[in-house]
């Protein structure tokens, strides 16, 4: 549903790029979800499940088969309820829900995942989120990680102060950057199962490195002198040095040091000689992480 609105003047962050962006009434599409909740919904405590069962079934080598998904009735209306436990229910107004840290966390983390998900479905067939335009297309990438706005604990947010508002400012943990999903090509990989609990930790250490493990996140020419990083790493560079710092580790070669720390071996090991290296940053891939293939 589309509904207009007075958006107050903004600074957008996207890209690595600061825009001052001044509005007067924009058009804003509020994607309203009528659905009841799952039926197995607890009384206490929040469950993923519904979620993590579709992931589970359209989830292939971590791209997402969004023909199936948007062809299958039933598969859009579980999204739906899951989505409506989501409008209910959050750790602002129902924190009785959600009894450690981690259990808020996971919730803001697989809450993102699936509006995105949901952001395509809606607007299918897509080849990029790019595609998704707003009636003024400031930048971009505007008309799907802001104009879009989603119910969640009783607020409207769009995709983009979600993940600020909520993920990052909030938890201060850049071990989040390597799960949220923003349903392209160069993401961070989307994942299928949901922990929550002191699962979590293990959950986001393990992602973390795996990330760092993929030669098109990390690619170490020794012979060229040169790290290629993907762009995440500059465009949040600060979180990843700022974590750093918090936990007593030197950081005194920027982004290098956090991915040393971070890194599994034998990364770890090839990544020392680095330091000196020259760092340039890989193209950012905003096609779709889609995949037209069935499960084996």
Not at 270 to 296: F, S
Request: proline share 7%; with cysteine; glycine share 4%.
């Amino acid at each position: 549903m589309k509904a207009l609105a007075c958006y107050k003047p903004i600074r957008l962050f996207l890209s690595g790029w600061l825009v001052l962006a001044l509005f007067g009434c924009a058009a804003v599409q509020v994607q309203e979800v009528k659905a009841p909740l799952p039926q197995d919904f607890p009384q206490q405590g929040f469950s993923h499940r519904a979620f993590e069962d579709l992931l589970q079934r359209f989830v292939v080598n971590s791209r997402v088969n969004y023909d199936a998904w948007h062809a299958d009735p039933q598969a859009n209306a579980q999204l739906d309820s899951y989505l409506a436990a989501v409008a209910a229910f959050s750790p602002e107004n129902a924190p009785q829900r959600f009894p450690t840290k981690n259990d808020a966390k996971a919730y803001w983390l697989y809450v993102y995942n699936a509006l995105v998900i949901k952001a395509v479905l809606a607007n299918w067939p897509l080849e990029s989120v790019n595609d998704v335009k707003a009636p003024i297309e400031v930048i971009q990438g505007y008309g799907f990680f802001y104009s879009l706005r989603f119910t969640v604990g009783g607020k409207k947010y769009n995709l983009y102060d979600l993940e600020q508002d909520q993920v990052l400012k909030q938890w201060s943990d850049p071990r989040v950057h390597f799960v949220l999903n923003c349903a392209s090509s160069s993401c961070p990989a989307i994942r299928p199962t949901l922990p929550t609990g002191e699962a979590l930790d293990p959950y986001l250490t393990k992602a973390t490195q795996e990330f760092l493990s993929e030669p098109h996140n990390v690619t170490i020419d020794h012979a060229a002198q040169k790290l290629h990083l993907s762009k995440i790493f500059k465009w949040y560079q600060s979180d990843f040095i700022n974590d750093l710092h918090r936990r007593g580790v030197p950081a005194q070669n920027g982004i290098v040091d956090y991915l040393i720390d971070a890194a599994p071996e034998p990364v770890k090991t090839n990544l020392r000689p680095a330091i000196p290296y020259t760092v340039e940053y890989v193209d950012y891939d905003w096609k779709l992480n889609k995949t037209t293939n069935d499960k084996p």
